[in-house]
């Protein structure tokens, strides 16, 4: 079962391959989907302090049907957040609301407040590079175990592994079909950090692509595994994110492989509309 594999992070570490993501899952829902999630092998769990869900993912962590240590459990500190004090706060806040003693992972969500994403006027570097400050502090205490970041670029990356003690584990990125950054994921693995792919299935815009039905049918799979085991051979982690139990099931059925033309042909697939779905700042870059 793919939930079973992990990959290992720069420090040897183990991180799932696969995980669960909670963006959009309301908190009052959050603990059970974290508990179903656990009942179906999946051991990553991704949430963020922007989401509004720390508490009840918080709650369903602490009430899984497994012990915490056997869990991977992932926050980020806001995009808004690049000082030193309002991020040192804001991790205390993280685990308070959450209920947990440490987390696994905690990343930077944005290399920029989302009001200003990657619209080139300011990169943050100095803000950025004070909220890495406060991360590597809360590692050494031991409140949390690895730090990275999300949505970071080549020039965003280079400014904390050219200023700070250590360079971030993970880089969590849009990566899916229709979106495969590989000039940034040959950077990142060119420095060891390891590709987290938020909306694998492109928030549900690939779901009725005529060529991927066709793929995943010669697969004898649907197209949200053959998009989740596609992310997966490119050698980053999966974080589907649903709060069905059946989808949760299904997206951990991908014990097939996908051959390397039809890699090819995923890899250089056309960008995706993504229509209603493009006023999320994710999706839109704005």
Known sequence: MITNETYQLADGAPIPKLGLGTWLIDDDKAAQAVRDAVECGYRLIDTAQAYGNEVG???????????????????????????????????????????????????????????????????????????????????????????????????????????????????????????????????CQAHNILVEAYSPVAHGALLHDSQLEAMAGRYGVSVPQLCIRYVIQCGAVALPKTANPEHMRANAQLDFVISGEDMDYLAGASEVDYGADSAFPVFSGR
């Open 57 to 187: 993912v918080g709650e369903g962590v602490r009430t899984a049907s497994v012990p915490r240590d056997q869990l991977f459990v992932g926050s980020k500190i806001a995009a808004e957040i690049k000082d030193y004090d309002g991020a040192k706060r804001s991790i205390d806040e993280t685990l308070s609301k959450m209920g947990l003693d440490y987390l696994d992972q905690m990343i930077i969500h944005s290399p920029e407040p989302w009001g200003h994403f990657h619209n080139g006027s300011n990169h943050y570097y100095q803000g950025n590079l004070e909220v890495w400050r406060a991360l590597e502090e809360a590692k050494e205490v031991g409140k949390v175990r690895e730090i990275g970041v999300s949505n970071f670029l080549e020039d965003d990356l280079e400014n904390i592994i050219g200023n700070s003690s250590e360079a971030p584990a993970v880089n969590q990125i849009l990566f899916h079909v229709g979106h495969t950054p590989r000039d940034l994921v040959t950077f």
